[in-house]
């Protein structure tokens, strides 16, 4: 396909200090314990931090690259008709955690070309870790990162859940589940190689987009999960409004350990898995 401007390059080389800044500005309010926060009316939390990280973000994104449009948590959650390419972002992916004074949280940034996530930056400011991804590869800092290239169950074998999902299914011995409560956290870990797998029962395009890329970039795979499933949050439908639309989804290290993860997994209540 003909890639319209900006390039993933450029506009990852715009992202990414954009979203270092604006995890500055949320590291300060966390620090300082401006983290009031109060229930939307689908019952997640949003916190006045949100709704600055989002504007500052937005603003940023508007003012390198006009005309292109931004789909966000606390923003505008209607992908355009007629928008070749964009942005997804989540302004503060981990509100809950946030909130209570939790250090695992994130901001995340995704550009999208045809539907598709081509560049993206996530960047958690209480661990001063920014991890990027463009087709070719994924970063942390400096390092390219992949994915576990051995998925035999041991002593550290992790599997990354939700809440939600931690409610719908077990993790058998000897794999070992974590919950972290944050999305882009707990998939990243898939492609950072600390975890086989991830699964999480609801997150939404602006939880998935950048992380999506680097587990991609980095050699995972995903696949939808659940007796419902709702297909593949890519690409993105002209038109579509995504605010109660969610997709629950599996990441993995490979087929391998996809395979592996039916076994080690038990439904609550006979829910097929994969």
């Known amino acids: 396909m003909t890639l319209p401007h900006p390039t993933p390059e450029k506009a990852l080389a715009v992202a990414r200090p954009l979203t270092e800044e604006v995890g500055r500005v949320l590291l300060a309010r966390f620090v300082a314990g401006e983290r009031t926060a109060r229930q939307k009316a689908d019952t ?6 949100d709704r600055e990280a989002d504007r500052r973000l937005v603003e940023g994104l508007r003012a390198a690259f006009p005309g292109l449009p931004v789909l966000s948590e606390e923003g505008a959650t209607r992908w ?3 928008a070749p390419a964009g942005w997804v972002v989540d302004p503060l992916d981990g509100t809950t955690n946030f909130a209570v004074g939790w250090p695992i949280w994130g901001v995340s940034v995704a550009y999208v070309v045809e ?4 560049a993206g930056v996530l960047h958690y400011p209480t661990l001063g870790l920014t991890v990027t991804a463009t087709r070719g590869g994924a970063w942390m800092g400096k390092r390219r990162i992949t994915v576990q290239r051995t998925t035999q169950p041991g002593g550290g074998a992790l599997v990354a859940l939700c809440s939600r999902t931690a409610r ?3 993790v058998l011995p000897p794999w070992k589940a974590r919950i972290s409560g944050c999305a882009t956290y707990d998939f990243l870990s898939v492609a950072a190689g ?13 939880d ?8 991609r970039e980095a050699g995972g795979l995903w696949r939808p999960w659940g007796e419902a499933r709702a297909g593949e949050p890519f690409p993105l439908h002209p038109g579509e409004d995504y605010a109660s639309r969610a997709f629950p989804l599996l990441a993995a290290a490979s087929e391998e350990a996809l395979a592996r993860l039916g076994r080690q997994l038990a439904p609550w209540a006979g829910e097929a898995l994969v």
Do not use: D, N, Y
């Open 44 to 49: 997640t939390l949003v916190t006045e931090a």
């Open 208 to 215: 998935l987009a950048a992380v999506w890329l680097i587990v």
């Open 115 to 118: 539907g598709w996530p081509v």
């Open 168 to 170: 719908r299914v077990r």
């Open 194 to 206: 600390q975890t086989v797998a991830a699964l999480h029962a609801s997150p939404k395009v602006w």
């Open 80 to 82: 355009p008709a007629a």
